[in-house]
């Protein structure tokens, strides 16, 4: 069931949408119903777009808490 939304936007946006819509041969209704079907998928796909690098890494710390001074130590002793 579709359901009509009205939203207050700048005029200039307005009319960029409008161009974008004509170029790519899709309603401005279109492309925000395609915009907001996206919203729900990027949820799980944040790590995406992390490097494998960045990637690796998550959970490393197990949940334990970091604090500024556990860095300096760190650095303390790689420098030692």
Do not use: N, W
């Not at 069931?1 to 700048?10: E, W």
């Not at 946006?13 to 729900?40: E, H, N, Q, W």
């Amino acid at each position: 069931m579709q359901t009509k939304l009205t939203l207050r936007l700048d005029s200039d946006l307005i009319r960029r949408a409008k161009l974008y819509s004509r170029r790519s041969g899709k309603s401005v209704s279109g492309l925000v119903a395609d915009f907001f079907a996206l919203l729900g998928e990027r949820e799980g796909r944040d790590q995406d777009a992390l490097t494998p690098t960045v990637r690796s890494l998550l959970g490393a710390l197990g949940g334990k808490p970091v604090r500024e001074k556990d860095y300096y130590r760190h650095l303390e002793e790689k420098h030692r």
